[in-house]
Structure formats: C-alpha cells, structure tokens
C-alpha cells in the first residue's frame, strides 16, 4: 500500500523503487511536511528537499514554519471587508483538514485529496460559504499539488486569494531564479506605503534572495527554475497569476520566534498564488491552481 494513514497525517510512498521518493503531509493545515526525492538518473540522491524549521510547532497550534502551507482566502494582512476578522495569510493553514480519498494508486505514484469546509471555528472569523480540495500527487521524481476553490453559494461571489507557500530546501545565498526579467512586481521590503504600493521592474535575468527579499511578481511564468550550484529544482505552474520570493534573511528571520538559527540559510521560498487583487468567483464556480515541483 502506498500510502499510510495516521491520526495526524497521511505518509505517501512511490510504489516502484525499493526506497522511492516519499511525501508526508499534515491534516494540520493540509500541510506537507516532507517530500524525499532523487533527481532522474542519480540513485544516490534521494533526500530532503522541502525546508522545515527545526522549531516549527507541528502539534496544531500554529502554523508550520516550513513545508508547504496553504494560504486561503486573504494573503499577508486582510485587505477586504470579507476577510477583516482573519489572521496574516487567512485560516487555511491553521485548520485540521479531512482526508478524503485516494484519487489514484498505480505505478506511476500516488495521490491523495484532502478537504476543508465552513466549520464552527471558521465560522466565527468568516462568514462566506467555501470548499477547498487540495490534491497532492506524489511521482518518482516530482510532487504535484494543486489547490481547488469551489464557491458553493447560489447567489454570492466569493473574493480570495491563494497560495501555495512553498520553502524550497537549497542554499539560499546561492540560488538563481528565473525567468523573471522585466516581470513587473510589488517590493514588500520598502519602508513607505507608497513605495510597497509601487510597481518595480525585474531588471535581473536571474533573482537571487541574497539580502532581505519580499517580491511579489505579476504574470507568473509558468515554469520556474530554482538553481544552486549542484542541484534545483523546477516549478510548473497552472491557474496562478502571482508568483512570490521571500527570504528573511537574518535582519528579519531573527525575529520570528518559530524560525531555527539561521534557519533563512537554507531555503527560499518560492509561492505561486493569486494574490494580486482578489480572484472573484461566480456561484458554482471552481478555481483551480496547479503546482509541480521537480527535482532537477
Ligand atoms: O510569518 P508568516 O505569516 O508565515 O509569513 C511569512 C511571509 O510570507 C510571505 O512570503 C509574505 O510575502 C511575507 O511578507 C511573509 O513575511
């Protein structure tokens, strides 16, 4: 069986090799925690590949510094009256979720979907009627997971945003991202409103997270390469709009309680979402967006 069941997590196994490419993901936040894989061709190199804090609180109570959060319906701070009694990044990634199948079980991998749904501790922060499934896709060599937003109302529009929070394992002060010159994008590192509220310009052909990094993209291509020296890895994008860098480095990752000493050295965090304006979903509708991660 490829995958295992436990009462906080569901554990995905890649069927074909011995010791194949692993995934674990937390019902906590629907966040996954883990994922283990090689790059092709190379036996030897199955290992980490996603950050996790050594002092992230995996028991509920927060959400997970590291991994993949979901981040649903408002990113950063709540900007629209619907969201006004939600917390940073809204209330995805601090939910319990609820497995809810297995999609497919053959020997090209293994797949898994999980739920969020209005419940009473929602409901005390936020009003509008949702369904979220999020399907995770654990390959040999990639982990795919892709976020549904279905607006089960009759009547009402349902306004969020997504993302997909993901901490890339690498050496920060060596990784090259790319392609996003001449991409338009908000610098949520500049001091005034004013200046946050600026469009800038991508002027490099590679980005990298060296000093305190907070870009939000516009445009997001639709693959991304993430690369060090020695390794990477390549992000194929679907449905989203927006494409976030961030890295604290030490003038901000100090300061955050949950983050290891210097935990900001390896990873960067490269989050696919829509986040730029609200996506505005009809009655009955369903927004999809489709994240690939793979080893390179
Ligand atoms: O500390 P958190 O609430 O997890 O947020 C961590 C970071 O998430 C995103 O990358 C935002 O763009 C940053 O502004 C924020 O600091």
Redesign the pocket.
């Known amino acids: 069986m490829p995958y295992r069941k436990a009462n906080d997590r569901v554990l995905l196994e890649h069927p074909k090799a011995r010791e194949g490419s692993t995934a674990e993901i937390l019902f906590f936040g629907a966040t996954v925690i883990s994922w283990r894989a090689r790059a092709k061709g190379d036996p030897d190199d199955l290992k980490e590949r996603l950050f996790v804090s050594s002092k992230a609180v995996l028991d509920g109570s927060k ?1 997970v ?1 590291g991994g993949i ?1 979901v981040v649903f319906p408002c ?2 701070a709540p900007e629209h009256p619907d969201h006004s009694r939600l917390p ?2 809204g209330f995805a990634r601090n939910q319990v979720w609820a497995f809810d199948s297995v999609v497919t079980d053959n020997d090209d991998g293994v797949s898994v979907r999980l739920t969020l749904q209005p419940n009473s501790t929602v409901a005390k922060l936020y009003t509008k009627d949702f369904q979220l499934d999020y399907v995770v896709t654990l390959a040999e060599h990639e982990l795919s997971t892709d976020i549904h937003v279905s607006n089960p109302s009759a009547s009402e529009v349902l306004d969020f945003h997504a993302l997909l ?1 993901t901490y890339i394992r690498a050496p920060a002060n060596q990784v090259a991202i790319s392609p996003l010159l001449g991409k338009l994008y908000i610098d ?1 590192t500049e001091r005034s409103l004013e200046a946050r509220n600026t469009l800038k310009e991508e002027k490099r052909g590679t980005v990298d997270v060296r000093t305190f990094t ?1 870009s ?1 993209y516009e445009d997001a291509p639709r693959r991304v390469d993430v690369s060090w020296p020695g390794g990477g890895v390549e992000l194929k994008l679907d449905g989203f709009t927006t494409l ?1 860098i ?1 890295n ?1 480095q030490a003038e ?1 990752g100090s300061k ?1 309680g949950d983050m290891e000493e210097n935990g900001w050295e390896r990873f960067v ?1 490269v ?1 696919p979402g829509y986040v730029r304006g609200f996506k505005q979903l009809g009655p009955g509708k369903t927004w999809v967006g489709q994240q690939t991660l793979a080893v390179e």
Do not use: L, N, S
Request: with cysteine; proline share 11%; aromatic share 12%.
């Open positions: 959400a510094r959060p990113f950063g940073q990044h929070h949520k907070d939000v976030t961030w604290p901000v955050i965090c989050e």
